[in-house]
């Protein structure tokens, strides 16, 4: 015997990835005449080296959506590529001393020996490396566009300054007051910089979210509030014995009868102009201590108030009232006007503040009966508001706008959250902002027939280590340059671009890869656009979603692309897991203690914990070969922790058809997953079953014809046939709603009905075609097995066979009406499909509320079951 006997992953495999090559199975191409096309992306990564299961979940995903689609008859682009620039790599270059060029080329071709390995297809012939110059030619192109544009412009601003990295990062990178990447606590820097300007786009990206059905809700709320559009009116404030107007933004203009004081952010232009002699050193040093907060910082709730008075007053428009001007630090420059009124009743960081300082609190909206709390926020009629008295908020707010038009005060005003996205970085592994300081002409485009400004390569690795100013600025050969306008010597800009310009518009040209006159051919990113699924981390809820639906409406503007939306469908997996050594811990009494510190601290666990709490929290006790007791828990595979298993050794020594069930069934696929040893051995069983339940019957299959009429089908063949349907229908569901797990457990049911199935009738028409269906249904999930089964009976691909088709009547399934009875007497009735185990049976008559009742607190003796009938429960006590 050959090898049909045993499933052996490790001859399938191979051939049948050569195979898929050969007939370049997922090479996309517009005019396979189809009609339906589907994109299916994930996110391009980091070029990270070895790749370890947590890395291909998506992948694998992804790669079961590719091939499904194709199965349909779709035209599908599923491509891959690289988002090569940034500081991994100019990192690892200083760690080992080897050009940022070489680790990322090198990282590139393993992480594809291990896409390889799994059988995972891409179309390659459209990959993408973004180190390239190929690629950023066109990241300089779409800049010049925007400078053209007014898009992209330079402004100098206090800008977060990452001391680890040296070098500034965006608002978005600044997660809680530390950079997003080294963690390090952010510092502010005075930097002239450039800007593009997303604040012009704030509405349409508010506004798209509501067309965005199949985004997880989650995620367009973090985008909502990240935009964070407020509407109220921006208004003057006279300054009492000076020309200066304070304007103010305010969501609540109705409440300004109550505005007893107003705050300053320390920044604001006005702070040393206005500040009399006397409080002068006061602010002065006010402001130099601020200048050290993170904005998170400031505007955390719990911080206790601080602030200065500027010694000066203003004048309340609306009653005549002087009321002192502060600075404080919870008013930030950089929104609304940075400055406001500060109405205490109303606003309760303001009445911490004027409790703080005795300032005086006027309430102008009345809070209920007994209001026992602090500001009041909610809705009621206005009070010592003159003609406002009585009004309740929304219409109060209209009159008080309305008055201050007419007096010329102020106006209604749409103020967001969202800051335009500073791009300039002070890194030398990126692309080239392609720009030219010239002293007589100033600022002045690369002409866009000169690009790509191409980044030299820096042979010495010390060239490239940060300084706090861009690396490129030390050297001449790049930067000099001779001026397009003037013909005089200038210079260029020596900053590179933040990579998630790079990430921003990558799938645009995956649909159009080697075009060398623009970034995209319009009509080929029409036929693909908008991706349809697109499938990546949670972590890029805000940053790399919101830049890339900015670039994909900017793109739409210059007219290269009708889609102003890029991604249809979003999908954010949950991370994959695996065990993990926390390290030797000793047991005192019944607490455990560590005794790897840095460990224990790297997966936050307590110094100590109690053996009852290790359990709940579902660790491990494992005592290790020298008799020592070790902590396991599991934790997100990383190659920090070393607890990634490899995808190239497992591969090679389990399969990869086994991976990829192992991935998929253990969850859904937007839950965390833990990779387990049985989760592999329940894979390899039920692979296994499926090699069997076809080599074993292989020779009667073959003989077998596939020849019968649906609606003659009797008894058991018609159950498998119905159960059959039902299958397809529910895998076909499952997989447009990226239900892996469960459609992999319809298979195994479907599975289980076959083997019955083949024991008690043998292999009959209906069985051969069961089982071929079965075998298409498993290919998405398990390609290299499906396609070696369907070889048996065809000589072209499994995946150029149609989708099984739904027979809609064999889901009509019969329906009996069952009568349950308690000790004789009828409690219930209930309709039941004819397929339903009797065990289900018993189980939904149980469940019916009235014989619940009278099965209370008895003693079940006995169950008559008349198939079909009726089900008779004989109870004692
Ligand atoms: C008076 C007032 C009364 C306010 C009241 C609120 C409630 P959002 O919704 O976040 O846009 N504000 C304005 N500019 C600010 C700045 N640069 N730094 C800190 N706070 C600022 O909030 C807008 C409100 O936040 C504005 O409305 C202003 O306070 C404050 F009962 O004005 B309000
Ligand atoms: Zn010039």
């Keep these: ?156 601003s206090y800008v977060n300054w990452d001391p680890v990295e040296q070098s500034v990062l965006a ?153 002192p ?48 709390g602090q500001a009041y926020t909610e809705d009621g009629p206005a009070i010592n508001s003159g003609f406002l008295n009585g009004l309740y908020v929304e219409e109060a707010k209209q009159k008080i706008i309305a008055w201050m038009e007419e007096k010329g005060i102020g106006q209604a005003k749409v103020n967001y959250r969202l800051r335009d996205w500073l791009i300039s970085r002070q890194r030398y592994w990126g692309t080239p902002i392609p720009m030219i300081h010239c002293d007589s002409c100033g600022i002045v485009p690369v002409p866009y027939e000169d690009l790509p400004v191409v980044l030299p390569t820096l042979k010495d690795v010390e060239d490239i280590r940060p300084k706090g100013k861009s690396p490129l600025a030390a050297h001449p050969e790049f930067y000099q340059c001779t001026c397009p306008k003037c013909g ?40 693909w656009m908008p991706v349809d699924q697109y499938i990546g981390g949670i972590e890029h809820a805000i940053l790399h979603l919101l830049y890339a639906r900015f670039f994909t409406k900017f793109l739409h503007d210059l007219g290269l692309v009708e889609a102003e939306e890029p991604f249809e469908g979003l999908f954010t997996q949950g991370m994959v897991q695996g065990w993990t050594d926390v390290g030797e811990v000793v047991l005192e009494g019944q607490t455990l203690r560590f005794k790897n510190p ?28 020298d008799g020592t007791l070790h902590f396991w828990k599991p934790a997100t595979m990383s190659k920090s922790l070393g607890n990634g298993v490899m995808v190239g050794p497992f591969v090679r020594e389990q399969g990869a058809d086994i991976a990829r069930i192992t991935i998929l069934f253990a969850a859904p696929p937007e839950n965390e997953m833990v990779w387990t040893e049985e989760g592999v051995q329940g894979a390899w069983r039920y692979l296994n079953r499926v090699y069997r339940l076809v080599s074993e019957n292989l020779t009667e299959l073959k003989a077998q014809s596939e020849t019968f009429e649906p609606a ?31 459609a992999i457990a319809a298979l195994m049911e479907l599975l289980n009905a076959l083997s019955d199935y083949r024991k008690e009738q043998g292999v009959s028409p209906v069985f051969r075609h069961a089982v071929l269906r079965y075998v298409q249904m ?43 009875q308690v000790n004789g007497r009828v409690r219930g009735r209930t309709t039941v499909s004819s397929n339903a185990s009797e065990e289900e049976i018993r189980r939904l008559a149980k469940a019916l509320p009235n014989v619940q009742q009278h099965l209370e607190g008895k003693e079940v003796v006995k169950e008559i079951y008349v198939p079909k009938k009726l089900l008779n429960i004989v109870v004692r006590g």
């Design 598 to 625: 840095e460990r224990r601290a790297k997966l936050e666990l307590p110094e100590t914990l109690t053996l009852e709490e290790a359990q709940k929290s579902g660790a491990e006790l494992r005592t290790h070969e």
């Design 778 to 820: 498993l290919a998405p999930f398990a390609p290299h097995l499906a396609e070696e089964l369907w070889h048996h009976f065809h000589t072209t691909s499994v995946f150029h066979a149609p989708w099984p088709t739904l027979d809609e009547e064999a889901l009509k399934a019969d329906h009996f009406e069952l009568v349950v």
């Design 325 to 372: 001007i502060w600075i404080a630090d919870y008013v930030l420059a950089g929104y609304g006007t940075g400055a406001i009124m500060a109405v205490p009743g109303q606003d309760q960081r303001d009445w911490e503040f004027a409790e703080k300082f005795g300032l005086e609190i006027i309430r102008t909206v009345e809070p209920p009966a007994g209001w026992q």
């Design 712 to 742: 003659e089908l009797e008894g058991a063949h018609k159950a498998l046939y119905q159960k059959l349907h039902q299958t397809i229908k529910k895998v076909t569901d499952d997989l447009e709603a990226l239900r892996f797990n469960t």
């Design 1 to 156: 015997m050959v090898t049909t006997d045993r499933y052996n992953p490790h001859e399938i495999e191979p051939k049948w990835q050569k195979y898929w090559e050969q007939i370049g199975l997922l090479r996309a191409s517009e005019d396979s005449g189809r009609g339906k096309k589907a994109y299916i992306l994930v996110m391009f990564p980091y070029p990270s080296g070895d790749l370890h299961m947590g890395h291909l979940k998506n992948y694998t995903m992804g790669d079961v959506l590719a091939r499904w689609r194709t199965q349909q008859g779709y035209s599908v682009l599923h491509p891959f590529g690289w988002d090569a620039f940034g500081l991994p790599a100019e990192n690892a270059a200083l760690k080992f001393g080897i050009s940022p060029a070489d680790w990322t080329f090198g990282n590139i071709q393993q992480s594809k020996e291990s896409l390889a390995l799994m059988g995972i297809q891409y179309d390659w012939s459209r990959e993408v490396t973004t180190c390239t110059p190929a690629y950023y030619k066109w990241n300089q192109w779409i800049f010049l566009k925007m400078y053209e544009k007014g898009l992209a412009y330079r402004k100098k």
């Design 488 to 527: 005089g010597i200038a210079q260029r800009d020596t900053d590179t671009m933040d990579t998630f310009f790079d990430s921003s518009w990558y799938f645009l040209r995956y649909t159009d890869a080697h075009n060398e006159n623009l970034p995209f051919d319009p009509t080929k990113a029409n036929f």
């Design 171 to 323: 608002n978005e990178q600044v997660i809680d007051g530390r950079g997003w990447r080294s963690g390090a606590l952010v510092e502010k820097r005075e930097l002239e910089q450039w800007y593009l300007k997303i604040t012009d786009y704030a509405e349409r990206l508010l506004a798209d979210l509501d067309k965005l059905p199949r985004w997880p809700e989650k995620v367009k709320a973090m985008q909502r509030a990240w935009i964070g559009k407020s509407v109220g009116a921006e208004f003057d404030f006279p300054v009492k014995g000076h020309a200066h107007k304070i304007r103010v933004f305010s969501t609540r203009p109705d409440t300004i009868f109550g505005a007893t004081f107003m705050v300053l952010a320390p920044e604001h232009e006005l702070v040393a102009r206005i500040t009399t002699p006397e409080q002068k050193e006061a602010v002065e040093a006010y402001v130099a201590a601020t200048r050290m907060k993170s904005e998170v910082e400031r505007q955390r709730e719990d911080r206790e108030k601080t602030g200065v008075w500027t010694g000066a007053y203003a004048i309340n428009p609306a009653n005549g009232k002087e009321i």
